[in-house]
């Protein structure tokens, strides 16, 4: 396979930068608790679930967790479809001016995003 073709999906993931915000857990007793669900501004801060890339058919395969939404961000998810409508790769996690958006050309690709704040982990489902 050539080497130029593999190199664009890694510099779309650059440019959207999907992995942001910060996580904080303590061990509770019967499980994780989020230390903090609120900025410094009152602004209810959402959790949302985080994986770098992920294939049709498979698990989760790089940077899976949870991030943390701040104010400025949203849960989203993108999704990465080759022209013929056959899904390729979809990545999840916190992005700052987050916007839904649909059929981006982009090479021999077709990629969506959805974004969601409304609560925790909206964006397992979108």
């Known amino acids: 396979m050539d080497k130029s073709f593999l190199l664009g999906p890694l510099i779309l993931f650059c440019c959207f930068r999907v992995p942001s915000g910060s996580l904080e857990e303590r061990q509770a007793g019967t499980g994780h608790e989020i230390a ?10 959402v959790q949302c679930r985080m994986c770098h890339l992920q294939f049709p058919g498979e698990k989760c395969s790089r940077g899976r967790g949870r991030c943390m939404a701040t104010s400025e961000e949203a849960c989203t ?5 080759q022209k013929d409508g056959n899904p390729w790769l979809t990545f999840m ?8 958006v649909e059929n981006i050309s982009w090479s021999s690709y077709l990629v969506n995003f959805r974004c969601c704040r409304g609560y925790d982990l909206c964006n397992e489902n979108l």
């Open 36 to 45: 903090f669900n609120e900025d410094n501004a009152g602004k209810k801060i």
């Open 77 to 81: 998810v993108g999704q990465i479809f």
């Open 93 to 100: 996690g916190c992005l700052k001016n987050c916007a839904n």
